[in-house]
T-cell receptor
């Protein structure tokens, strides 16, 4: 059972465009993380959100945790080719022996 | 710090062969885990360890063995490789003191079983 749904699955845009990707669940998470994975590499942590309604910014990336802590979004402003990669979200349930629930990811291609 | 290292980067095995995927971390993290990543399936947890001498099964443990004799090392053993084990394997570590459950990944091992 896939508990974290990510959308869209694929996204191809031109440099300079804005985009938003989503991570949705029916479960409440104690925290949620976003990772970026480049081809041939392991996922790299971008951000962790823990409080409902929380907004975090990382340069041109804005992350938001839903008020009910069931969903999250990632907004990229003025996308650049260096943003190309697979964006993964992962949710944590407190006391779940530290096992994360993973989404399948959004594959983003930013064309110059 | 090197972070999480994995060897080899690439490996080709014949069905029935055995091998060990190596993973080491220098961050003194208690928690380590092994994932496999397949198209359309995402990251799936194979085995994990909450500390030296303690291991447990994840979502897809069949065909894999692990041991954790030191905090730094967490090798993954394939006893008799099968084509279904063709995948990219990632090792990850996490501090047990972290309330954020933030994981640090190695660069991966791409395994092909023919």
């Amino acid at each position: 059972t896939q508990l974290l749904e990510q959308s869209p699955q694929f996204l191809s845009i031109q440099e300079g465009e804005n985009l938003t990707v989503y991570c949705n669940s029916s479960s409440v998470f104690s925290s949620l993380q976003w990772y970026r994975q480049e081809p041939g590499e392991g996922p790299v942590l971008l951000v962790t959100v823990v409080t409902g309604g929380e907004v975090k910014k990382l340069k041109r990336l804005t992350f938001q945790f839903g008020d009910a802590r069931k969903d999250s979004s990632l907004h990229i402003t003025a996308a650049q080719p260096g943003d190309t990669g697979l964006y993964l979200c992962a949710g944590a349930h407190a006391g779940n022996n530290r096992k994360l629930i993973w989404g399948l990811g959004t594959s983003l291609a930013v064309n110059p | 710090n090197a972070g999480v290292t994995q060897t080899p980067k690439f490996q080709v095995l014949k069905t029935g062969q055995s091998m060990t995927l190596q993973c080491a971390q220098d961050m003194n993290h208690e928690y380590m885990s092994w994932y496999r990543q397949d198209p359309g399936m995402g990251l799936r947890l194979i085995h994990y360890s909450v500390g030296a001498g303690i291991t447990d099964q994840g979502e897809v443990p069949n065909g894999y063995n692990v041991s954790r004799s030191t905090t730094e090392d967490f090798p993954l053993r394939l006893l008799s490789a099968a084509p279904s084990q063709t995948s990219v394997y990632f090792c990850a570590s996490m501090s047990s003191g972290s309330m954020m459950y933030e994981q640090y990944f190695g660069p991966g091992t791409r395994l092909t079983v023919t």
